[in-house]
């Protein structure tokens, strides 16, 4: 055996030692990012909605030009007209001057249409979020003042208590009914 056979060897697990650790690293982080999103997904919302919806673009705009292109009397016949045909859509205006006429694009059509309307839908929940929400001042303004608000409502039922415990003293016990 040469020797030089031997340090390539080594030169060759040792790379692929390297790969292997630098694979399972990225494994690692990407498992923490995944955590960290589930874990703040109110925070993440907006992003992964917008990231959804250019999934759901892309992806679409693919399969309804794979379907349409092979059929001559096809309106959409390039990528830019399935992209259109996608973005008007998922935003559920229609105009119709692009539509499949293919089974398979109407099929993927029907995906848009569904994608589309969860897709607006989250994002009308979060601008309703953003616009409904109280701002950290006002909620840590109200978690101040409840404990103290909270503490006279209760001293001032106890001295009530107390003066109906005495009137009642006072009048002696009941009479039998």
């Known amino acids: 055996m040469d020797p030089g056979d031997k340090h390539r060897d080594d030169t060759r697990w040792n790379v692929t030692a390297a790969q292997a650790l630098s694979r399972c690293e990225a494994r690692k982080q990407r498992g923490e990012i995944a955590r960290a999103v589930l874990r703040n997904r109110s925070q993440f ?26 059929v001559a009397d096809a309106n959409i016949g390039n990528g830019w007209d399935a992209f259109w045909y996608s973005v008007v859509t998922v935003t559920t205006v229609g105009y119709g001057d692009f539509y499949p006429v293919t089974v398979g694009g109407r099929i993927a059509g029907m995906f848009i249409m569904f994608a589309g309307v969860g897709i607006i839908g989250a994002l009308a929940s979060i601008l309703a979020s953003l616009l409904v929400a109280p701002t950290s001042e006002e909620s840590e303004a109200a978690a101040a003042a409840t404990p103290a608000g909270l503490e006279a409502q209760l001293e001032q039922m106890r001295i009530e208590l107390s003066s109906i415990r005495s009137m009642l003293e006072q009048r002696g016990p009941a009479p039998p009914s």
């Open 45 to 70: 919302a907006f992003f992964i909605t917008v990231l959804t919806a250019m999934i759901v673009l892309c992806s679409s705009s693919v399969v309804v030009l794979q379907f349409e292109s092979r």
